[in-house]
């Protein structure tokens, strides 16, 4: 795709945004819009996510900007920090858009520790960690599931964990969602999908996942700290950074090939196959939706495993 320095014009809106107008393609239905300083877009520029955030701004339906994040780099499709948001109605959902980690995610479990009174059992900790938290590609997870196990995790998300001791209630008011999609339908998951989620519920993975114990060395906003449990310099929290596994990635597999399948007959003309879309209102559309929040729910439920194997992690040292 070429230089996007000197390609795709950027109009400055002020110290934090620039704009990609839609006179640069005639097919961009919206604006683009994009988040950095003045160091960030230096970098942004020399990658050709630029022509990603302009290729979102032609789906059918996008509403408002094509949105790019301070963290925008090339991905599948959208850019990694894209954001689009397309009309309820008129609008469409790219499978490849959503992305192949369904509802990757970063949960902070905040601790009453101080680092002091850890600072001569990391090591332990680390052990224990370890092998509480199974990880790596394809890895198995903390816990194996039947069919019907796996379809109330399809459905009910981080609620089934607590159920069956993985955790407290409060855990779930805390979650977004309270970590469950509603409009969550088993049906429309290929076997292949159910049958990779079942041995990986409560892994990591791999890849840029992980699960790291942090001190806290400085708090720029007490109110937002607070709300997450961060209440002191020195403070020992927990993050814990992971996805779908597997199961996602098949469900992302599956729709974005039923997706790329379906654009003559929805008489769509992209210009990247990779933003292969299905109309909202579609019988596709929907049950990728459905299918997608499987996904989502799964993710919440393999976070909160993890979670209760930090906690046992810590409660071991």
């Known amino acids: 795709m070429g230089d996007t320095k000197e390609k795709i014009p950027l109009e400055r809106v002020d110290n934090n945004r620039w704009r990609i107008p839609k006179r640069f393609n005639a097919a961009m239905h919206v604006p683009g819009m994009v988040y950095a300083d003045d160091e960030l877009i230096e970098q942004i520029r020399g ?6 955030v302009a290729n979102v701004a032609t789906l059918p339906g996008i509403v408002g900007y094509s949105l ?18 397309t009309d309820a109605e008129s609008g469409v959902v790219s499978p490849g858009g959503i992305g192949f980690d369904i509802n990757c995610g970063v949960r902070l479990l905040a ?12 090591d332990k900790l680390a052990d224990e960690l370890f092998n509480h938290l199974p990880s790596g590609v394809g890895g ?7 069919p019907m196990e796996m379809y109330s995790v399809m459905e009910r998300g981080s609620a089934w964990t607590i159920e069956e001791g993985y955790g407290f209630a409060e855990d779930l008011e805390v979650t977004e969602e ?27 993975g791999s890849g840029n996942h992980f699960c790291e114990v942090q001190k ?30 597997g199961f996602g990635h098949q469900i992302a597999e599956d729709y974005v090939k039923l997706a790329e399948a379906k654009q003559k007959d929805f008489g769509f003309n992209l210009v990247d196959r990779q933003l292969s879309c299905l109309p909202l209102q579609s019988e596709e559309g929907k049950a990728y939706l459905s299918a997608m929040a499987c996904g989502a729910n799964f993710a919440w439920a393999n976070r909160q495993l993890l979670m209760h194997g930090v906690r046992q992690s810590f409660a071991s040292v």
């Not at 700290?225 to 403070?235: D, K, S, Y």
Request: charge should be negative; hydrophobic fraction near 40%.
């Open 216 to 245: 806290v060395e400085h708090i720029y906003d007490q109110e937002a700290a607070a709300a997450l449990g961060i209440e002191r310099v020195g403070q020992v929290v927990v993050t814990i950074h992971c996805g779908s596994r």
């Open 178 to 204: 309270g970590g469950c999609l509603a409009g969550a339908n088993p049906a429309t998951v290929s076997e292949t999908a159910v049958r990779r989620g079942m041995k990986q519920l409560g892994s990591l």
């Open 47 to 52: 990658d050709n996510a630029l022509q990603q």
């Open 68 to 85: 790019a994040m301070p963290d925008i780099h090339w991905g599948y499709g959208f850019p990694v920090g894209g954001v689009a948001a």
């Open 140 to 146: 198995a997870g903390m816990r194996d599931l039947s």
């Open 111 to 122: 601790t009453d520790l101080l680092h002091e009174q850890i600072r001569g059992k990391v």
